[in-house]
């Protein structure tokens, strides 16, 4: 909902993204992982961004657990909750690439009408995603927290890939099965990916 007098920051007297991004000798982006849960997506996100930070990147990951720990601690799980839980998460990444930060989420974001607000926010220029693609019985086996357990003995309500549906994303990036893939793959292909988009030049 559009708030009345909120008025655009005065851009004129602040520093410009691309001011930022050749201090930082680097270009923001967001790389958007979705998938189930256990799929990989926090795994290889800091598999990502040590690979990134080691090759002298700045990076920032957004997650389930530290939005939903911070800014996020007020939402539930409803279907208006998860879409107010990836607007917020969404937003705090434009910031990020605004400062020219690399930016990885890691979020479950089941259906293409959540998928769309990143899309919408960011456009095809500054936004990566890609498709954590493990079948659920492979992500129950690596459900340390026993999630999948509590939502098939009805303890979790509205669970994505048991009783909440995941829908596939119809046009990603990248698809990655990491099931198949080892995390060292996935990241290879990740970075690839990233200097095929001339969105980083991969040091």
Same mark, same amino acid.
């Given at each position: 909902m559009k708030q009345n007098n909120i008025f655009p920051p005065a851009h004129q007297q602040m520093l410009k993204r691309s001011d930022k991004e050749s201090l930082l000798k680097q270009q923001g982006v967001l790389i958007w992982f979705t998938g189930l849960s256990g799929s990989g997506k926090t795994t290889l996100a800091i598999a990502l961004e040590k690979e990134l930070f080691g090759k002298g990147y700045l990076t920032c990951i957004l997650d389930g657990d530290n939005m939903r720990s911070g800014i996020n601690a007020n939402l539930g799980f409803s279907e208006e909750d998860r879409m107010e839980n990836i607007?917020? *998460?969404?937003?705090?990444?434009?910031?990020?690439?605004?400062? $020219? !930060? !690399?930016? *990885?989420?890691?979020? =479950?974001? &089941?259906?293409?009408? *959540?998928?769309? =607000?990143?899309?919408?926010?960011?456009?095809?220029?500054?936004?990566?995603? !890609?498709? =954590?693609?493990? &079948? #659920?019985?492979?992500?129950?086996?690596?459900?340390?927290?026993?999630?999948?357990?509590?939502?098939?003995?009805?303890? !979790?309500?509205?669970?994505? $890939? #048991?009783?909440?549906?995941?829908?596939? &994303?119809?046009?990603?990036?990248? #698809?990655?099965?990491?099931s198949i893939l080892e995390i060292g793959e996935c990241v290879s292909a990740i970075m690839n990916l990233i200097k095929q988009k001339e969105k980083l030049c991969i040091k």
């Open positions: 607007r917020r *998460i969404a937003e705090t990444g434009k910031l990020l690439v605004e400062c $020219g !930060i !690399i930016t *990885i989420v890691a979020c =479950i974001s &089941p259906t293409e009408k *959540i998928r769309a =607000i990143p899309r919408f926010l960011f456009g095809k220029d500054d936004l990566v995603e !890609i498709f =954590i693609s493990a &079948p #659920v019985d492979v992500c129950e086996t690596r459900d340390v927290k026993g999630l999948y357990r509590k939502a098939r003995s009805g303890e !979790i309500k509205e669970f994505t $890939g #048991v009783s909440a549906p995941f829908e596939y &994303p119809e046009n990603p990036d990248m #698809v990655l099965d990491t």
